[in-house]
């Protein structure tokens, strides 16, 4: 099926893309929270094995394998400990395995720049697998599961995006980081941001548990910090010349592509409700 969309132009493999992924998220944040956990960790798991790959088509060799199975292994802990089954004390279980880090590239022979290699390990799991497995924070409060703000955030997120690339597209002029992104425009940008504000006041209304004006800060962020995220991934991307980390999702390429405005976004979200909730 996906090489068929390839025929189609880059909005109709969006749209398409849009129809099948969106209620398959819908569906599992709200049949159980472990039909949303297993989707997210799926993604995460894909999108950090994703960027390992891509580390490596510059001749580095990251832990790939290792470094992914600490990300799932991270992933699980916050979900377990979140929902009230484990103890806070299991975090402690994260050190020892990142320090395996170290005593793996003894034995790799072959790689002729191990700390080198091992940075590029830390930086998955700093760059995709922490941000996929502080999403099990946002649906959990007092070991309750609560999908309703994490849904918030993804709409907010999708609307960026949608209102971001249609406004770009059929209005944008200025370019808003020619040396990273020859595409992306400030009229781009400010169509996403207008779109995603107003999107917050519509699901503060359905959402009052969070007050209005959290909501506009959550979605200033994902305007913000998001597009500094897409910023960030296609400076990666350039540095190692391609095009899209992957081809798994029709119109968006990989993994990273589609969720790149969430990897950083999601700390500094998650940062201000902490403090301010």
Not at 104 to 128: A, H, R, S
Not at 145 to 158: F, N, R, S, T
Not at 201 to 213: A, K, V
Request: proline share 4%; hydrophobic share 50%; with cysteine.
């Amino acid at each position: 099926m996906t090489k068929k969309l390839t025929n189609y132009s880059n909005l109709t493999q969006r749209i398409v893309a849009a129809l099948i992924g969106i209620p398959l998220m819908f569906l599992a944040m709200f049949f159980s929270e472990y039909t949303f956990w297993l989707l997210f960790l799926f993604i995460g798991v894909l999108a950090q094995y994703e960027f390992y790959k891509l580390i490596g088509l510059n001749g580095n060799f990251p832990l790939t394998i290792y470094g992914t199975i600490c990300g799932l292994f991270i992933n699980i802990l916050v979900f377990f400990i979140e929902q009230g089954y484990w103890p806070f004390k299991y975090y402690y279980w994260i050190i020892p395995m990142l320090s395996m880090t170290f005593f793996i590239k003894l034995y790799k022979k072959n790689d002729p720049k191990p700390f080198e290699n091992l940075g590029y390990t830390f930086l998955g799991l700093i760059y995709v697998a922490i941000p996929f497995a502080l999403i099990n924070e946002m649906v959990f409060e007092k070991h309750s599961y609560k999908p309703g703000l994490m849904l918030g955030v993804l709409i907010c997120l999708w609307v960026n995006d949608s209102g971001a690339y249609f406004a770009g597209r059929f209005l944008g002029k200025r370019k808003l980081f020619e040396r990273i992104s020859p595409k992306k425009t400030w009229e781009g940008f400010f169509g996403g941001a207008i779109s995603s504000l107003l999107v917050s006041l519509l699901i503060s209304r359905f959402y009052p548990e969070l007050e209005t004006w959290k909501w506009l800060v959550i979605a200033g962020i994902i305007v913000v910090i998001g597009t500094l995220g897409d910023l960030v991934e296609s400076l990666f991307k350039r540095s190692i010349e391609i095009k899209d980390s992957g081809s798994l999702i029709p119109g968006h390429g990989g993994f990273l592509d589609r969720f790149d405005g969430l990897l950083l976004s999601m700390p500094f979200i998650l940062t201000f409700l902490k403090i301010f909730a």
